[in-house]
T-cell receptor
């Protein structure tokens, strides 16, 4: 079965702390794509990153970094030196394009950055 | 401006009264999809379409219909809404990737439509 698990329902950290959001996925396909999307309090969904199953390089974009580990089926997201503007719901998603075109989202992690 | 437009943004209706939520994109995207977002359940895919006249069920299609007669439009139809369809709905689109399924591409989401069925 294909599945995305975001075990952390809600996290609160104080501003400037680092925080990691976990994402564990399940698929038997060898070709798949993983995504992170952000939903700020305003409600829109914003793309953050896409990674395919053949590219295990970690990625850093400013204060954001992603750790993709196929051995543990995880695609974790770390925010360094968090800011209040990082407060949002973050969704991890999985798609297997050679199986079908469904996109499976995790249940999301609500992140509160406290000033 | 490249965007996905949903209407209405907010709607309160009553059980059994047919309604349509429209979705339109101006990016010439092949792939379009509908999701519902419910507390504790995240985003769940209702239907998706890889191109005109091609639609497929997502994970929660019961009680919904869609059509894709034009590339830019992908309306969501609730023939007989029920209170369990009260939710926040998102439409999204993405371009196709040659040689790879459309779902592999980055989604552009609409602003959401909050539907309440009494």
């Amino acid at each position: 079965a294909q599945k995305v698990t975001q075990a952390q329902t809600e996290i609160s950290v104080v501003e400037k702390e680092d925080v990691t959001l976990d994402c564990v996925y399940e698929t038997r396909d060898t070709t798949y794509y993983l995504f992170w999307y952000k939903q700020p309090p305003s409600g829109e969904l914003v793309f953050l990153i896409r990674r395919n199953s053949f590219d295990e390089q970690n990625e850093i974009s400013g204060r954001y970094s992603w750790n993709f580990q196929k051995s543990t089926s995880s695609f974790n997201f770390t925010i360094t030196a968090s800011q209040v503007v990082d407060s949002a719901v973050y969704f991890c998603a999985l798609t297997m394009p050679y199986r079908d075109d469904k996109i499976i989202f995790g249940k999301g992690t609500r992140l509160h950055i406290l000033p | 401006e490249a965007q996905v437009t949903q209407n209405p943004r907010y709607l309160i209706t009553v059980t059994g009264k047919k309604l349509t939520v429209t979705c339109s994109q101006n990016m010439n995207h092949e792939y379009m999809s509908w999701y519902r977002q419910d507390p504790g359940l995240g985003l769940r895919q209702i239907y998706y379409s890889m191109n005109v006249e091609v639609t497929d069920k997502g994970d929660v299609p019961e009680g919904y219909k869609v059509s894709r007669k034009e590339k830019r439009n992908f309306p969501l139809i609730l023939e007989s809404p029920s209170p369990n369809q009260t939710s926040l709905y998102f439409c999204a689109s993405s371009p196709a990737v040659e040689g790879v399924g459309s779902g592999a591409n980055v989604l552009t989401f609409g602003a959401g439509s909050r539907l309440t069925v009494l």
